[in-house]
């Protein structure tokens, strides 16, 4: 889940960025470009820049899709120094456009259904168990999602369909929007405006968010609570990795790759799964308390390997667009 707290670092327009200023003698900076819920906890890279001389400026440029067309088209000539954010469903685009020198898996998770837990105990309702369940009349009306041609939540539950249903995935989203499916256009609008379990109180007990939302909601409670009022359908999960790179062209290569060693240190990736909400990859990195009780991490989540996305994906997302819109 991408939590509602203030980015931490400097953030300006993501227009106004101009990557890297080296100087032999004073100071350097180094630019991370992200999407908007990139929001790390506050000082954490001031041990970087006590240990390096290096300061760094976050830039932040709207939803993830937003940020990664960005760094395409302006791939050899980038507006910053490194990007977070690219995941499995987008690395292709990436890799295409050669826009990173080097990369690396920053962190994983999984998006999944979520659901609010009073909601279907007010009702005396089993909540649903699988992707099959979400298109039966039972559940008519009650599921919201995010749209993937920009939303990475929205990208991966596509994805996660088509790993579970193979070429059947048109008729089960012909079915799925035949039962009344609204589609949000972020996540944002989805879980805190549409979804009825979190703080919008809107008028759906499901919907499409990160296996590590429940956790979140215990650590954004307005007032101290026991349990989350939600929780994770684990059999939808789509396993996602996100990496971070050095962009081609920097000003600045050392100073971007000793960025991005620090994002992969046990100090970042401690920090992550109470800011990011998301599971570091580096195994010396301990997990918060909280995190490792409620948070799901399935054994089998639903995948593509990105090689088939990248060959599919522009054909997926005009099927998904002529069934949907």
């Known amino acids: 889940m991408k939590p509602r707290s203030l980015i931490a670092a400097t953030v300006v327009l993501f227009a106004s960025c101009g990557g890297t200023t080296p100087s032999a003698d004073g100071p350097r900076t180094v630019t ?11 000082g954490i890279f001031d041990s970087f820049t006590e240990r390096t001389g290096i300061s760094v400026e976050v830039v932040t440029g709207g939803d993830s899709g937003s940020v990664i067309s960005k760094a395409i088209l302006t791939s050899g000539n980038p507006e910053g120094d490194v990007l977070w954010g690219v995941d499995d469903t987008t690395l292709s685009r990436v890799e295409e456009a050669d826009v990173l020198d080097s990369r690396a898996p920053v962190s994983e998770g999984d998006v999944c259904v979520n659901y609010d837990k009073s909601w279907y ?6 909540p649903p168990t699988s992707l099959d369940d979400l298109v039966e009349p039972a559940y008519r009306g009650q599921l919201v999602v995010q749209d993937p041609v920009n939303s990475s939540p929205g990208l991966a539950f596509l994805m996660a369909s088509i790993a579970r249903y193979g070429d059947g995935w048109t008729d089960w989203w012909k079915r799925l929007v035949a039962n009344d499916v609204t589609i949000a256009s972020d996540w944002t609008t989805a879980y805190t405006v549409e979804f009825s379990g979190s703080s919008g109180k809107g008028r759906h007990p499901l919907v499409v968010s990160y296996g590590s939302s429940p956790p979140a909601e215990i650590v954004y409670a307005a007032t101290p609570i026991e349990e989350p009022p939600t929780a994770v359908i684990e ?15 920097t000003d600045d290569a050392d100073a971007a790759q000793q960025l ?9 990736q401690e920090s992550m799964p109470l800011s990011l ?10 997990l918060p308390e909280v995190f490792e009780k409620w948070a799901v991490r ?11 996305i990248q060959a599919n994906r522009g054909s997926w997302l005009e099927t998904w667009r002529a069934i949907a819109l």
Do not use: H, M
């Open 277 to 286: 909400f998301v599971f570091p990859v580096n195994p010396d990195a301990a």
């Open 260 to 268: 991005l060693d620090f994002l992969l240190g046990v100090e970042f």
């Open 235 to 249: 059999s939808t999960c789509f396993r996602q990795v996100e990496y971070a790179g050095v962009l081609r062209g």
């Open 32 to 42: 991370l470009l992200a999407y908007d819920s990139f929001t790390p906890p506050e």
């Open 121 to 126: 105990a007010d009702k005396g309702v089993a």
């Open 298 to 308: 399935p054994r089998s989540p639903l995948t593509i390997p990105p090689a088939e």
